[in-house]
């Protein structure tokens, strides 16, 4: 059973940084590019984060860029998103999502972590 | 940038009816469109991908149609469960920042 569980999620104040966590179970994690998608309480869906399989494709959203470091570590099947310089816009649930690839949607999502900016 | 428009924003059914959810796209994205169901407090599930086929495990009484710009959700005989938010993403423009979801269509008993 394909398994991502996310954590690393919590209070942290503007300015501050937080590394999130998505650990992978039940497929080959090194095959599958890997995505993280926020979703603000009571919003939709925005894309973030992109990397391909082996971590050399890197892709972010204009609204992270510079702040946030996409990063993937095959051999303990986890993939992370490093966060810094928090803006209080920044509050929401982080999901990661397994990629099947150009022209193929994310089949699998975790179930997601709360990341709160505030001071 | 891809804008998807999804409506209605809320849709009331009742059990056992049919429910109708409509995605558009401000401009082609061939049949490259998945839709999502979320349920509150949970990850989205996959329920459609290439505009019309059902993900692994999706009950046959999920259907999509449609391409280009005009996409359809339709969900036949519904049941409790189904109610739930239901999303519509592209994924036609390669690389992935040029994805984009729709808002979101509420779909409540």
């Known amino acids: 059973e394909v398994q991502l569980v996310e954590s690393g999620g919590g209070l942290v104040q503007p300015g501050g940084s937080l590394r999130l966590s998505c650990a992978a179970s039940g497929f080959t994690f090194s095959s599958y590019e890997m995505d993280w998608v926020r979703q603000v309480p009571g919003k939709g869906l925005e894309w973030l984060s992109y990397?391909?399989?082996?971590?050399?494709?890197?892709y972010y959203a204009d609204s992270v860029k510079g702040r946030f470091t996409i990063s993937r570590d095959n051999a303990k099947n986890s993939l992370y998103l490093q966060m810094n310089n928090l803006r209080v816009e920044d509050t929401a649930v982080y999901y990661c999502?397994?990629?099947?690839?150009?022209?193929?949607?994310?089949?699998?999502w975790g179930q997601g972590t709360l990341v709160s900016v505030s001071s | 940038e891809i804008v998807m428009t999804q409506s209605p924003a809320t849709l009331s059914v009742s059990p056992g009816e049919r429910a109708t959810l409509s995605c558009r796209a401000s401009?082609?994205?061939?049949?490259?469109l998945a839709w999502y169901q979320q349920k509150p407090g949970q990850a989205p599930r996959l329920l459609i991908y290439g505009a019309a086929t059902r993900a692994t495990g999706i009950p046959a009484r999920f259907s999509g149609s449609g391409s280009g710009t005009e996409f359809t959700l339709t969900i036949r005989s519904l049941q409790s469960e189904d109610f739930a938010l239901y999303y519509c993403q592209q994924y036609n423009n390669w690389p992935p920042y040029m994805y984009s979801f729709g808002q979101g269509t509420k779909l409540e008993i």
């Open positions: 990397i391909s399989r082996s971590g050399y494709t890197i």
């Open positions: 999502a397994r990629d099947l690839g150009t022209y193929y949607p994310f089949d699998y």
């Open positions: 401009q082609s994205v061939n049949d490259n």
